[in-house]
């Protein structure tokens, strides 16, 4: 088994081929998402349609790591989120916490200042 730390990385990595289907592999059945400031998202299905609604407008991403850290099933992801929908782009700092089980996500908080993603899709 991989161990969590690669998880993450794989998983951040993946964002980039634009494939719902393939990141919600990533998560256990009863996952909760939450966004900062949404609404939790829970389970497989209700976090797959909330990814396949970002995804629909975007035409690329890539997540760029800048720092991560692990301790046993908690894995903490500083990013820098660099994504384009159509002929807008922005590039948001990020901080993903990750808590896994059996090798998947079962929490994932993501925190971001909502303003500057925004701003740029505006």
Known sequence: MESNEQVIR??????????????????????VYHNMPSSPAVGRVDVEARIRRFLSGWTETRWDLVNIICDADVVMAERMDRTTAGAKSVDLPCVGVFV?????????RDYFDLTTYQRAMA
């Open 10 to 31: 794989d998983f951040l990595t993946a964002w980039s081929r634009l494939d719902a289907e393939e990141l919600v592999g990533y998560f256990t059945e009863d996952v």
């Open 100 to 108: 896994m089980r059996d090798g998947k996500i079962a929490v994932w």
